[in-house]
Nanobody
Framework: QVQLVESGGGLVQAGGSLRLSCAASGSIFSIRTMGWHRQVPGKQRELVADITRGGRANYEDSVEGRFTISRDNAKNTVYLQMNGLKPEDTAVYYC???????????????????WGQGTQVTVSS
């Protein structure tokens, strides 16, 4: 079974930096797009940034120029470097990945849309 495990959240002062990591493990054939979303209580989960397997990145307007998404395909890991953090960046951050899971007993693969457990990022003013 494939799963995503996140790390790197925490408490930081405004203007500070944090780096989030998300590693996929299990019977992985391939991973397409990987990304980060965030959610605050009472609001919908929103896309922060995502990145294709080939490295093309897409950012939500409010984080453009402050956040950088990257990935290591050999490690099945995606990162989010967050600089210049603001109080409004406070949220639970979730990793997401479109994974092709190997199913050796069935002799094929299955597409999975996976989510991590979430990691809290809190930015104090």
């Amino acid at each position: 079974q494939v799963q995503l495990v996140e790390s790197g959240g925490g408490l930081v002062q405004a203007g500070g930096s944090l780096r989030l990591s998300c590693a996929a493990s299990g019977s992985i054939f391939s991973i397409r797009t990987m990304g980060w979303h965030r959610q605050v209580p009472g609001k919908q989960r929103e896309l922060v940034a995502d990145i294709t397997r080939g490295g093309r990145a897409n950012y939500e307007d409010s984080v453009e120029g402050r956040f950088t998404i990257s990935r290591d395909n050999a490690k099945n890991t995606v990162y989010l470097q967050m600089n210049g953090l603001k109080p409004e960046d406070t949220a639970v951050y979730y990793c997401n990945a479109e994974v092709w899971e190997s199913l050796p007993q069935q002799g094929g693969v299955a597409e999975r849309d996976l989510w991590g457990q979430g990691t809290q990022v809190t930015v104090s003013s």
